[in-house]
C-alpha cells in the first residue's frame, strides 16, 4: 500500500467540494468562489476516517455574538489542520475549539459526509493506481 501524503488528501477533499456536500440549510449561499463554505463538518469528519485523531469545534462570532460552529481536526502532538478556514468573512471571527466525541452513529448531515467520502476515496484510489 502506497502511504498517503497530506497535500494528497487535501487536493481530494478540496476538488470534492460541491453545492451537494455543504450544509443542506445554508446550500444557496455557496459558491464556486468560496468552495470551503459550510464544508466544515463533513470535511472534518472525513479527515477522521483518514487521519484519526480528535473533531474540535468552535463557536463563529459575529459582533461578538455565536452565528454558527465551525469544525476541524487535531492530530497527535497538537497539529491541528483545518481545511475550511479560509470560508470565513473578515467579520466572522471563530473563538475557543473544543474536542468533541466523534458520534457513534452520523445522523445530521449523513448525506453529505457520505458523498463526500465517496468522493475523495475514489479519487486518492485514482491517483494512488496513477
Known amino acids: 500500500m502506497t502511504p498517503r501524503l497530506l497535500t494528497d488528501i487535501e487536493r481530494a477533499v478540496r476538488s470534492s467540494w460541491d453545492a451537494d456536500t455543504c450544509t443542506p440549510e445554508y446550500r444557496s449561499r455557496w459558491t464556486p468562489g468560496n468552495p470551503a463554505r459550510d464544508q466544515c463538518g463533513v470535511t472534518a469528519l472525513v479527515l477522521n476516517d483518514l487521519l484519526g485523531g480528535e473533531l474540535v469545534r468552535g463557536e463563529v462570532l459575529v459582533g461578538g455574538v455565536r452565528t454558527d460552529f465551525h469544525w476541524w481536526n487535531r492530530l497527535g502532538a497538537g497539529v491541528e489542520i483545518d481545511?475550511?478556514?479560509?470560508?470565513?468573512?473578515?467579520?466572522?471571527?471563530?473563538?475557543?475549539?473544543?474536542?468533541?466525541?466523534?458520534?457513534?452513529?452520523?445522523?445530521?448531515?449523513?448525506?453529505?459526509?457520505?458523498?463526500?467520502?465517496?468522493?475523495?476515496?475514489?479519487?486518492?484510489?485514482?491517483?494512488?493506481?496513477?
Open 83 to 130: 481545511l475550511t478556514r479560509e470560508q470565513f468573512r473578515p467579520e466572522e471571527i471563530v473563538t475557543g475549539g473544543v474536542v468533541i466525541p466523534r458520534p457513534p452513529e452520523i445522523k445530521r448531515l449523513r448525506e453529505e459526509y457520505e458523498l463526500l467520502r465517496a468522493r475523495v476515496l475514489e479519487k486518492l484510489a485514482g491517483s494512488a493506481a496513477a
